[in-house]
């Protein structure tokens, strides 16, 4: 727990100093063309014990109060299938933001579409098969509740069974943290079915979450017929693909492509999000096979902006996290000072 303070405290810190040198109108090149901002829970904020995955939500004001911020920036906001056009004009240096939130949160509906409706904002809300349909688990939320409702926990973490005392929120922070290493470092399947073997055992329904959390295909239907929505394909396990065998890994997104397509309309589909997006998950096999899927683009959780001449198939993301609910950090990821910082 103090760890995780120490680290949030320096990031924030470095947020305050991008903060300051924006103002300042310094290292305006940073900014780049646009950024892309990763979100997934849009909530009011509710206590919820040892929030373990508390970086994953952000509350419906803060949301707002960014638009805002954003829009006295001079930002202009986009759908995502807009960027390789936007890219492609050398001459158009009017910076752009896109809103992206992956794997199809209730909450994005009923928190969210008003707020993007109120400023006529558009975004995309990436669909994951497995979880709109009901065949798979989001294993993060099923690990938050576990560590949360039992007072210890056994789980191998590829060493074997190890155990955690869960009375304290540093011990819960430390079980997640264990476990969420092994489930995404190992066989992420075998790692996920434990999880759910275990969770069921202490009363806790793995897919009666995802229900309970994700839009069902009726849902997502409905909003895919707003105008200002865009739905993108997330791949069907939310698995991360670098890992899987790569004729695997490009039928996932070639079916989670066609899934949302055939199920929302041709001008949905068209865009693709990693699961999870860092280095881990994303290689350049997968690059090419989000290719050879034909996507427009692509998105990972690289950080950093826009600019021409990169990949359209690995373009970097900005999560808007819950930690750091101020507009002005909003400000200063968009302007890629944070990212200039630390990559010098």
Same mark, same amino acid.
Request: charged share 20%; hydrophobic share 45%; proline share 5%.
């Given at each position: 727990?103090?760890?995780? %303070? &120490?680290?949030?405290?320096?990031? @924030?810190?470095?947020?305050?100093?991008?903060?300051?040198?924006?103002?300042?109108?310094?290292?305006?090149?940073?900014?780049? !063309?646009?950024?892309?901002?990763?979100?997934?829970?849009?909530?009011?904020?509710?206590?919820?014990?040892?929030?373990?995955?508390?970086?994953?939500? &952000?509350?419906?004001?803060?949301?707002?109060? @960014?638009?805002?911020?954003?829009?006295?920036?001079?930002?202009? +906001?986009?759908?995502?299938?807009?960027?390789?056009?936007?890219?492609?004009?050398?001459?158009?240096?009017?910076? +752009?933001?896109?809103?992206?939130?992956?794997?199809?949160?209730?909450?994005? @509906?009923?928190?969210?579409?008003?707020?993007?409706?109120?400023?006529?904002?558009?975004?995309? &809300? +990436?669909?994951?098969?497995? +979880?709109?349909?009901?065949?798979?688990?989001?294993?993060?939320?099923?690990?938050?509740?576990?560590?949360?409702?039992?007072?210890?926990?056994?789980?191998?973490?590829?060493?074997?069974?190890?155990?955690?005392?869960?009375?304290?929120?540093?011990? !819960?922070?430390?079980?997640?943290?264990?476990? =969420?290493?092994?489930?995404?470092?190992?066989?992420?399947?075998?790692?996920?079915? $434990?999880?759910?073997?275990?969770?069921?055992?202490?009363?806790?329904?793995?897919?009666?979450?995802?229900?309970?959390?994700?839009?069902?295909?009726? @849902?997502?239907?409905?909003?895919?017929?707003?105008?200002?929505?865009?739905? #993108?394909?997330?791949?069907?396990?939310? *698995?991360?693909?670098?890992?899987?065998?790569?004729?695997?890994?490009?039928?996932?997104?070639?079916?989670? *492509?066609?899934?949302?397509?055939? %199920?929302?309309?041709?001008?949905?589909?068209?865009?693709?999000?990693?699961?999870? #997006?860092?280095?881990?998950?994303?290689?350049?096999?997968? &690059?090419?096979?989000?290719?050879?899927?034909?996507?427009?683009? %692509?998105?990972?959780?690289?950080? =950093?902006?826009?600019?021409?001449?990169?990949?359209?198939?690995?373009?970097?993301?900005?999560?808007?996290?819950?930690?750091?609910?101020?507009? $002005?950090?909003?400000? %200063?990821?968009?302007? =890629?000072?944070?990212?200039?910082?630390?990559?010098?």
């Amino acid at each position: 727990m103090l760890k995780s %303070a &120490i680290k949030r405290g320096i990031i @924030a810190s470095g947020l305050e100093v991008a903060h300051v040198l924006q103002t300042a109108g310094l290292l305006r090149g940073a900014r780049g !063309r646009g950024v892309i901002f990763t979100l997934h829970h849009v909530r009011p904020y509710a206590h919820r014990g040892t929030n373990t995955i508390r970086h994953l939500e &952000i509350t419906p004001e803060f949301l707002d109060a @960014a638009i805002r911020r954003l829009k006295a920036d001079g930002y202009r +906001f986009v759908r995502l299938d807009e960027v390789p056009d936007l890219l492609g004009r050398p001459d158009d240096d009017r910076p +752009f933001a896109v809103f992206t939130l992956d794997d199809g949160f209730i909450d994005n @509906a009923v928190h969210a579409m008003p707020v993007f409706a109120r400023h006529q904002v558009p975004f995309t &809300i +990436f669909v994951c098969e497995g +979880f709109s349909e009901r065949t798979h688990t989001l294993w993060w939320e099923t690990l938050d509740l576990v560590v949360n409702r039992l007072d210890n926990v056994t789980f191998d973490c590829g060493a074997g069974p190890r155990q955690f005392a869960l009375t304290t929120p540093s011990q !819960r922070v430390t079980a997640a943290l264990a476990i =969420g290493a092994a489930i995404t470092s190992g066989r992420e399947a075998d790692g996920v079915a $434990r999880l759910d073997h275990l969770a069921r055992e202490n009363g806790i329904d793995p897919l009666a979450l995802t229900a309970e959390l994700v839009m069902d295909r009726k @849902a997502l239907a409905e909003l895919a017929r707003q105008p200002l929505v865009t739905l #993108g394909a997330h791949t069907v396990s939310h *698995r991360s693909l670098a890992r899987m065998a790569p004729e695997e890994a490009e039928a996932e997104m070639r079916h989670s *492509r066609a899934y949302v397509s055939s %199920a929302f309309g041709d001008r949905h589909g068209m865009v693709f999000a990693y699961p999870y #997006g860092d280095e881990r998950s994303v290689s350049d096999a997968t &690059i090419a096979a989000a290719d050879r899927s034909g996507f427009a683009a %692509a998105v990972t959780t690289r950080p =950093g902006t826009m600019a021409p001449g990169q990949s359209l198939k690995a373009l970097p993301r900005v999560s808007l996290n819950g930690f750091f609910q101020a507009p $002005r950090y909003a400000a %200063a990821l968009a302007s =890629g000072i944070p990212f200039k910082l630390i990559g010098g």
